[in-house]
């Protein structure tokens, strides 16, 4: 892809302009630290949901929605918002990302009920969804090559970072009650940060766009998203409203929406326009083999920190930061082999991967049945394992699946297989939180305990995620044997 890069004014275009010294630190930094806070944001709500859920009076919808609406909101900004920056200058967009995403931030730290905070956490997605295709497309039209394959694996390792840091510093925060703040300290910490970005940003960032005015597919972005909010409204609130007929109405609905959308393209396509997703490239195996591995892999992962840090809490008694603890071997696993994936992206890691996150379920599942409380070691050890798997498969998943794809649709393809991850996380916290929460609400029934009920609620999870990692082992064999490079 070509890029140039142009006056602050948006004047016409200008000599390609690669950074070096501490103008292309200070780059790095900025839209490394935003991204770093972005990743941190939707993992660092896990921890703190017990909290949130108290001090707001927070129902078990809400708390799905805490989670599922950020990543939801991220997931459909995603080509959408690299889109508009190729066409408006990333710089413009990027730092126009950063300014609401620290907004949205301040918003949700002011949130007086879960309404309010579920609507700024889809702020913040969206937000975040115009904030980071701009990371990829700055390094590219910024570096030159040797810096830039640094540039790329500074940005795996803050990857990394934030896996680690965003269950251990929402421990942190929580417990610190930082002025008195709480977990709304969570959020708060976002806005300084985003004031340092914007003021170095706004100095040394570089504009860069895409030659041409490719318009944007704005409604198939709606149909899309319209698609899945019908999936998962009824599957989210179901319980609430008590499953009422028209609940199952409006998931019937998600059927006719998504073939509309599919529709659309087609149409588009053949006018000669940029779709979101050309409906040829499901007929192509590997990107229809990558799209239903996706979608169950992340489905999987979607709702287990969630809900883990539910039992943990509110059903072992653990405290915010000891539940940060507990899930710290996970992160630290995944560090580990994310090297390895990244490096090799080959079929036989993702298969391996998904198979050793299966293996390591099975060992929580014995671990936490039978009701009583396990030790730290005995939730480590299966934690740590499936962080190997994690990080065998989800950094290099993508890269594998697009080197079955024809070169002309890489871009496009990678970016509707990212979308389809968060949509599965957003999924997986729909569908498998109905599952634990109705689980729960029949052993209390029963008169279980708070520790029997949430284990005997995470046990039933548990073999679904099984289930779907193996599933996902399967469809992993459609995909080609190794990455192509020549995507990237």
Known sequence: MTTSTQPHSGAGPATPTLLSGRTAFAVLAVILVADFMELLDATIVSVAAPAIAEDLGAGEAALQ????????????????????????????????????????????????NPGVLIGMRVAQGLAAGLMIPQVFGIIRASFEPGARAKA????????????????????????????????????WVNVPIAIIGLLVGARFLPESRVPGNARLDLPGA?????????????????????????????????????????????????????????????????????????????????????????????????????????????????????????????????????????????ILLLVVGGGAEPSYWALATPLFMGGLGLGLTAPSLINVVLAGVPGKDAGAAGGVLTTVGQVGN???????????????????????????????????????????????????????????????
């Not at 805490?66 to 997931?75: F, P």
């Not at 190729?86 to 301040?106: E, H």
């Not at 269950?167 to 959020?187: H, K, M, N, T």
């Open 65 to 112: 929605w805490m989670l599922a609406g950020y990543t939801l909101s991220a997931g459909a900004g995603l080509i959408t918002g690299g889109r508009i920056g190729d066409q408006f200058g990333r710089r413009r967009v990027f730092l126009l990302g950063l300014a609401a995403f620290m907004l949205a931030s301040a918003g949700c730290g002011l949130a007086p």
């Open 152 to 187: 790329l694996g500074a940005y795996g390792a803050v990857l990394g970072l934030a896996s680690v840091a965003g269950p251990l510093l929402g421990g942190v925060l929580v417990e610190a009650d930082l002025f008195g703040l709480g977990w709304r300290a969570i959020f």
């Open 222 to 362: 709606v149909l899309a998203s319209a698609a899945v909010v019908l999936l998962l409204l009824p599957l989210m609130q179901g319980r609430d409203w008590g499953w009422p007929w028209w609940g199952f109405l409006i998931l019937a609905l998600s059927v006719p929406a998504v073939a509309l959308f599919l529709i659309r393209e087609r149409r588009l396509v053949a006018r000669g326009g940029q779709p979101i997703l050309d409906p040829a490239l499901l007929r192509v195996r590997a990107f229809a083999g990558g799209l239903s591995a996706s979608l169950l892999f992340f489905g999987a992962l979607g709702s287990f920190f969630l809900l883990l840090s539910l039992y943990l809490q509110l059903g072992t008694g653990r405290t915010a930061l000891e539940t940060g603890l507990v899930i710290l071997p996970y992160a630290i696993g995944s560090i580990i082999t994310s090297g390895i994936g990244v490096q090799f992206a080959r079929r036989a890691l993702l298969v391996s991967g998904s198979l050793i996150l299966a293996a390591s379920q099975m």
């Open 426 to 488: 957003a999924l997986g916290v729909a569908v498998l939180g109905v599952v634990f929460f109705a689980r729960l609400e029949s052993s209390f029934t029963d008169g279980g305990t708070s520790l029997i009920a949430y284990s005997d609620a995470f046990t039933t999870i548990l073999p679904w995620q099984v289930t779907c990692y193996i599933a996902a082992a399967a469809l992993m064999f459609l995909l080609p044997k190794r990455a192509n490079t020549s995507h990237e």
